[in-house]
């Protein structure tokens, strides 16, 4: 089954940086709004920043200023720059339409730690 695969979490201390990917082969991101999930332990998944096609973008109150969403049309690649991370940031990113269909296949998400 096609799905998104995302890359670039890690381990960071409060107040650093990350930037995160997200591609696939077979999905053809540039025809969808996408955007990027997060699924802290025990929590429910939610939207934290989207992305129309021509770039307009809308972020959670939670990450606004903070995290920046973009794409690359031409790599079929999507972005999340997270500046200033703090502890409740952490989290279990993915990335995916907006808003999200049932035949949408999730991704294996990637994992971002942020220590105080």
């Known amino acids: 089954q096609v799905q998104p695969v995302e890359s670039g979490g890690g381990l960071v201390q409060a107040g650093g940086s990350l930037r995160l990917s997200c591609a696939a082969s077979g999905i053809n991101f540039s025809s969808w709004t996408m955007g990027w999930y997060r699924q802290a332990p025990g929590k429910q998944r939610d939207l934290v920043a989207s992305?129309?096609?021509?770039?307009?973008?809308n972020y959670a109150d939670s990450v606004k200023g903070r995290f920046t969403i973009s794409r690359d049309n031409a790599k079929n690649t999507v972005y999340l720059q997270m500046n200033s991370l703090k502890p409740e940031d952490t989290a279990v990113y993915y990335c995916?339409?907006?808003?999200?269909?049932?035949?949408?296949?999730w991704g294996q998400g990637t994992v971002v730690t942020v220590s105080s």
């Open positions: 995916n339409k907006v808003p999200h269909s049932p035949w949408a296949a």
């Open positions: 992305i129309t096609i021509g770039g307009s973008t």
